[in-house]
Structure formats: structure tokens, C-alpha cells
């Protein structure tokens, strides 16, 4: 019966350090689209370039915004 709270707070540490690393993805590679980084031609579709790059940087925003509110943690405790 004690271990049960040990398993939960080591499951609790790896949901929060995805749910960082899941961040910093997004936005990184938000950022990687802005930029150019992948040398993509300019042409017809470039504004996939730009809405891409806006849309990463703005649901990584609002997955840190949800993670450090603590919003993501309540959301498995409904059960």
C-alpha cells in the first residue's frame, strides 16, 4: 500500500518532463519553419511555410500554458 504513492509521483515526473520535452518541440519546430531552416522553395505554397511555423509556436504556447497551469494533471483525475 505504500508504494502506491511512489508510483504515482514517479508517474506524475515522466508525464511532466514529456509534457516539457512535447514543448519545446512544438515551438522549436515552429521556429525551424520560420526561418526556413529546411531551404523549402518559395512558390505556391510558402504560406503552408508560415501558417505551419505560427501554428506550432501557438499550440506549444498553449500546451506550456496548460502544463505549468496544472490544467493537463487534472485532466486524468476525472476517472
Known amino acids: 500500500m505504500g508504494n502506491e504513492g511512489n508510483k504515482n ?3 506524475q ?3 511532466t ?3 516539457i520535452f512535447m514543448i519545446v518541440i512544438y515551438v522549436g519546430m515552429g521556429v525551424l519553419l520560420l526561418i526556413n531552416f ?3 522553395e ?3 505554397w510558402e504560406w503552408l511555410r508560415w501558417t505551419g511555423g505560427v501554428l506550432f509556436i501557438v499550440y506549444g504556447i ?3 500554458y496548460r502544463q505549468f497551469k496544472g490544467i493537463d494533471r487534472n485532466i ?3 476517472d
Open 9 to 11: 509521483n514517479g508517474s
Open 13 to 15: 515526473v515522466a508525464r
Open 17 to 19: 518532463i514529456f509534457g
Open 38 to 40: 529546411f531551404n523549402w
Open 42 to 44: 518559395s512558390g505556391p
Open 62 to 64: 498553449w500546451r506550456a
Open 76 to 78: 486524468g483525475d476525472l
